[in-house]
Every structure is written in structure tokens, then in C-alpha cells.
């Protein structure tokens, strides 16, 4: 049976406004919809929360709130929020609606991808996460699911603002945000505390899932999963799909690393990480085919939403449509009969005239009782919505009704001096003389920006929530002046006034500058050494790289190269040379010396002739300096003896 024709909102027009036509998805948080937009004539998605979170007015307002602001987060790669409403128990976003299907769909029916299609979607993800991050915002909840990919071939993110006010409700409650699959080990440890590399991890996990076409940590509970995040790496996804270049797993490592420093301060610098890796591989590298691609079908049942949200009591609805009780007053059952008629008389028409209109009096006082008892006594609320206070109070005088308690609060939606809501609401039905409070707009409430130079990031971050704004995307530069950690500058500037819940940029200092030593052809210990005095960190990378410049087990390549900057404490990536690639060297002597040349050169030899006084004039090879069928270094030099 068709589970959509038993939900109560299709068919049903929401607000006024929003037809609902089908069910498309349940989540754990909320319902979309595909509603059409009466008014504009155009499709959309309606995502509509559940009456149990819908009951919380703190998770109401918060999802309000950050609902606004994603909508002033104009970006390609991000599902577009078009309006934010509420129809009784009903609380709903408007959305983009983007025919086509999402990311674990194509996972599911082609397994793994090709590198070329898993960095395709990865990186207008990123962009749409950078976007978010630069304005302040963490997705929180980065998975395949959430990634829809158009007809039109467009890739979108979803589900920004209902995930952002999800966590700023569970994070009081000690709740554990998003799909344990994805979650950053710093998630899991301090439930609330995140910033954008969350989804830094989070896009690492989803391009080995690409890859690979598994999640990296599997198990039989969420809490075996869990468990891995916090002690185990992601492995690189070479490991499970043989062949895939070792940029790639520098990307997934780069970003999935468990500590978070170690981690792109946000999703613009995977993005330029993920770009770099595309440059470094040749076309058979992006177009390889995994192992996995075409695999069955995966377990998806941990990849709804996981949040506990706080105990609910949520009022039951009045009945609707329902008989009353036997013991119910039906106000006009006494009414209906009349009273026996007098007793006739047999003399006259008289008598009967006279029963005539007092039966006739009987129904008009019946009637005016009636109508008395059910309407005379009552009354509609008029609109006051977006009316300035002299016009609501005059509204509610010709409708009889008295001026009830004035309120004052800040909005952004409605201008200053205007009512932004009425109690009760209008249209409700109340008693002639009764009073209607309302509320009055103050506008858009405006904060200074707090002077927080010189404090370490948290504490910065917490100052700017206090005085009712949001951290922003950070920056991080040198700074001799200012401690590793600590704030360098704000955009705007201190003491500039902005509004409310507007994101504030923050520079942050790497502490004073190291020049990267070049320690390539070094052995890896001495490497080590130098670098670690220059108080830097090391990494070796795991694969090994063939190189005719550097013998085996010397330094081939270093990241950052020498000359560069870095930070004290700053990673340096060492890739180990596991010496030149041996190749055959093929037998040219009696050959004649132009057929020698093209067959040495052909194999990836450098070839050098030794005439000597003898044979200036020669045309014949007479000796080579490695035999034939010898191996030796590619791009090494072969010398010829001419006779």
C-alpha cells in the first residue's frame, strides 16, 4: 500500500501558499516533500519538521534563525532555501527542488568510482562547504545522502540550516550529532564543540567511500564504529582498491587525519589539496577502473541522522471532526420543539391567529438565541501583521476588541514599528471586548564587534557568541608579534556595529616563521634530525618513490619544499626514493652508430660516442659500456666505442 496516500499533508495546501503533492523522504529530524508554490507557479521541496522537535520553541527558534541565514548563503553547489514559514503545528523550510538523485544512489548502483567522477563531485562539494565555512557556517552532517546530484549533471549540498540548529540544540543535552559513519573523532569526544574541519573529515571519509565504494570503519553496532574513529586511521584506499595513485591517498589521509590540527583548517584548502592530486595524475590514472565499481548493493541503516534529542512532552491535539460526548450540551436541543399549542377553541378564527404568531415570535427568539449564544457573543481577531502600532490599535477598536499587553522585540524580517505578531493569532474567534497583545518590531538588532585581539581562538570564538555573533571563516598567518594560537586582527574591526548572528572573520597567528630546510638526498634519519631542530614535525610518507637522482632510501621529495615557510610544529611530508628503475640494456655492438643511438635512446638510455683517433671516420659500434642484456639506470649514459 502507497505509505504517501496515508500522510495527513499530501493533498493539503500549507499556509495557504504550498500545495503538497507527494512524499519524497523521512529522515530522522524531518519530512520533504514535493509541494508546488501556488503563488509563483513553481516546484519546490518542503521539508517539514517533526511535531516532536516542532514542540521545542528553543529548537523552533534557533532553526528559524540559522534557516534566514543559510538563505543569504548564495552559492551554486548549495540547495537554495527560498522561504521559512509555520501553519499551526507545522514547521517548514521552502526549498530548491533538484530532480535527479543523490550520491549513495550512485554509490549504491556503481559501487566505487573512477577517480575522474570521485573528484568531480568531491570538489563542487568542496566549494559549496568553503562557501559555508567563509560565511560562518559548519554542515555538521556531511555524508552521500546528502549530496544530490541534478538530472542537468549540477552537484548540490543539502541540509545546511536544519543541521546547524540541530546541534546547537543537542549540543546542551550532551546528544551525539550525525552518522556515525562520518563523524569527526572530535564529535564524538566533545558533542558540540565543532568547526569546519568536521566536514573536512567527514569529505575525506565520502572520497574513500567514492574510491573504494566501502566506508572505511564498519561494524556490528554504531559503538564499534565509534570506537574506530577515535583509535584507528582511515586507511588509504589503495589498500582496498590496488592501482589508485598515491595522491589520492594523500588526500584521504591529509584529510581524515584523527588529530584536527593535523587536518586543512577548512573545506577551500581541501580544495585546493583535491585540485593539486587531479594535476598530479595522468588521464589512465583518473580513468582507472576500482575493483569495486559495480558491487551489490551496501547497508545503508546507519546512515539516517543519529540524534537523541531531549524529552519531549508534546499536548495532544483537540479532536477533529469527532461526535460530542453523550453528556454534551447541544445548546439548541431545547429549543427546537415548541412548546404544546394552546387549546383550541371551537368559536372563531381568532385563536388560531393568535397560535400562529406566537409560533412565529417562538422561532425568531429562538433563532436570536441561537444566534446570540454562537456569534453575537463573538468575534474574529483581525490582521495586524506588518500594520504600524496607531493602525493595529485602531483595527482592534472597530472590531470591539481592547489593546491587550504591547511588546517590543528585534527582527530581521519586519520593519521597524510594525506588528510581527498578535495573540491570539489572527483570525482566531474570541469574546466581544476581550483584549489582543501584540508585538512590536524594533528592526534588525545591531552589535558591536567585540575587541578580541591577542585572546587564544576559543576564547575568541566564545567572546563573539556572547555578544551575539558568529565566529567566521578563519585565517591563519605568520606573525612575530602575536603567540601561535592567538587572534591577530577581526574583518570587520573592533567597535564595527553589524547585526546580530552576522559571521566575524578572524586571523589567527602561526607564530614566527621557519624556513624549511632542503633536506632531499639526506638519509631519512638525518632528515629527521634537521627538521625536528627547526622545530618541525615529520612524516614519512608510506609509498616509495623510483628516482635516477637519489640512491635508495634517501630523501626524493619534501613537502613544503625547502625554501618555503612554515609554522613551528608545522608537518613536513618526506617521500623516500627506492632508487632508479633498472632497465635492460640492449646489445648495439656491429650496429651502425645511428642504429645504435636509436635503440639505446628508445630503451631510456642517454648515449655518449667515443670515437678516439681511430675512428674519426667509423661508422660501426665495436664496444658499449655495459654489455648487452645488462640492466642499468634508466636515463643513465651508455658509452659507445666507433671503430
Not at 583535491?274 to 580513468?287: F, Y
Not at 556595529?497 to 616563521?513: C, D, M, N, Q, Y
Not at 625554501?563 to 611530508?573: I, L, Y
Amino acid at each position: 500500500m502507497d505509505t504517501t496516500l496515508q500522510d495527513p499533508l499530501v493533498g493539503q495546501l500549507l499556509d495557504g501558499r504550498y500545495r503538497v503533492d507527494a512524499r519524497i523522504a523521512v529522515g530522522g529530524m524531518a519530512t520533504v516533500y514535493r509541494a508546488l508554490d501556488t503563488r509563483l507557479d513553481r516546484v519546490l521541496a518542503l521539508k517539514v519538521m517533526h511535531p516532536a522537535l516542532a514542540a521545542d520553541g528553543v529548537f523552533v527558534e534557533r532553526f528559524i534563525r540559522e534557516a534566514k541565514s543559510v538563505a543569504r548563503l548564495a552559492h551554486p553547489n548549495v540547495v537554495q532555501v527560498f522561504d521559512q514559514g509555520t501553519d499551526g503545528s507545522y514547521v517548514y523550510l521552502a526549498m530548491e527542488y533538484i530532480a535527479g538523485c543523490t550520491l549513495r544512489d550512485v554509490l549504491r548502483d556503481r559501487g566505487a568510482l573512477q577517480p575522474r567522477a570521485a573528484l568531480d563531485i568531491l570538489e563542487p562539494v568542496l566549494a559549496a562547504l568553503g562557501a559555508a565555512h567563509r560565511a560562518g557556517f559548519v554542515h555538521r552532517d556531511m555524508k552521500p545522502e546528502n549530496v544530490l546530484i541534478g538530472d542537468d549533471g549540477r552537484v548540490k549540498v543539502a541540509d545546511f540550516g536544519l543541521v546547524r540548529s540541530v546541534n546547537t540544540v543537542t549540543s546542551t543535552t550532551g546528544a551525539v550529532l550525525g552518522t556515525v559513519s562520518y563523524l569527526a573523532p572530535e564529535q564524538i569526544e566533545q558533542p558540540g564543540a565543532a568547526d569546519p574541519r568536521v566536514d573536512v573529515y567527514a569529505c575525506g571519509v565520502v572520497l574513500y567511500e567514492m574510491l573504494t565504494g566501502e566506508r572505511p570503519h564498519d561494524g556490528d553496532s554504531p559503538a564499534i564504529v565509534l570506537y574506530k574513529h577515535l583509535h584507528e586511521d582511515v586507511p588509504p584506499p589503495s589498500a582496498l582498491a590496488p592501482g589508485l595513485a598515491y595522491e589520492l591517498d594523500e588526500l584521504v589521509a591529509s584529510a581524515t587525519a584523527r588529530n584536527p590540527d593535523l587536518r586543512p583548517y577548512d573545506a577551500v584548502a581541501v580544495l585546493a589539496q583535491a585540485r593539486e592530486a587531479r594535476a598530479g595524475l595522468s588521464a589512465d590514472q583518473l580513468d582507472a577502473v576500482p575493483p569495486q565499481a559495480n558491487s551489490a548493493a551496501q547497508d545503508t541503516s546507519d546512515n539516517r541522522t543519529s540524534v537523541i534529542p531531549r524529552s519531549l512532552t508534546v499536548p495532544r491535539p483537540l479532536p477533529v471532526n469527532e461526535d460530542e460526548p453523550e453528556g454534551g450540551y447541544h445548546r439548541t436541543s431545547r429549543l427546537e420543539s415548541a412548546p404544546p399549542p394552546p387549546p383550541r377553541r371551537r368559536s372563531g378564527p381568532r385563536p388560531r391567529l393568535v397560535a400562529i404568531v406566537a409560533a412565529v415570535l417562538l422561532v425568531l427568539g429562538v433563532g436570536a438565541g441561537v444566534w446570540y449564544i454562537n456569534a453575537g457573543q463573538f468575534t474574529e481577531v483581525p490582521r495586524l501583521l506588518e500594520k504600524t502600532e496607531a493602525q493595529a490599535r485602531d483595527r482592534l477598536e472597530s472590531a470591539g476588541l481592547d489593546v491587550g499587553d504591547v511588546k517590543h522585540a528585534y527582527s530581521d524580517t519586519f520593519k521597524r514599528g510594525t506588528v510581527m505578531s498578535s495573540d491570539p493569532g489572527p483570525g482566531s474567534r474570541i469574546r466581544s471586548n476581550d483584549s489582543v497583545s501584540f508585538t512590536v518590531s524594533d528592526g534588525p538588532e545591531t552589535v558591536r564587534v567585540p575587541d578580541v585581539e591577542g585572546y587564544r581562538l576559543d576564547k575568541a570564538r566564545s567572546l563573539l557568541k556572547d555578544g551575539g555573533l558568529e565566529p567566521g571563516m578563519v585565517t591563519r598567518e605568520f606573525s612575530e608579534d602575536v603567540p601561535r594560537g592567538s587572534v591577530i586582527s577581526t574583518a570587520p574591526d573592533k567597535g564595527t556595529e553589524r547585526r546580530a548572528g552576522s559571521a566575524i572573520a578572524l586571523t589567527v597567528s602561526k607564530g614566527s616563521p621557519i624556513d624549511v630546510p632542503d633536506v632531499t638526498g639526506r638519509t631519512v634519519e638525518d632528515a629527521r634530525a634537521e627538521l625536528e631542530e627547526a622545530g618541525l614535525k615529520v612524516k614519512v610518507a608510506p609509498q616509495q618513490v623510483t628516482s635516477s637522482e637519489f640512491d635508495k632510501g634517501q630523501v626524493a621529495r619534501q613537502t613544503p619544499a625547502d625554501g618555503r615557510q612554515a609554522a613551528e610544529g608545522d608537518t613536513v611530508t618526506l617521500t623516500v626514493s627506492k632508487g632508479p628503475e633498472m632497465i635492460e640494456v640492449p646489445d648495439v655492438v656491429g650496429d651502425k652508430v645511428d642504429d645504435a643511438k636509436a635503440a639505446l635512446e628508445g630503451a631510456g638510455f642517454q648515449v655518449d660516442e667515443d670515437r678516439g683517433l681511430l675512428g674519426l671516420f667509423g661508422d660501426t659500434v665495436k664496444n658499449q659500456s655495459v654489455a648487452g642484456g645488462e640492466s642499468a639506470p634508466k636515463g643513465s649514459t651508455i658509452t659507445i666505442t666507433i671503430r
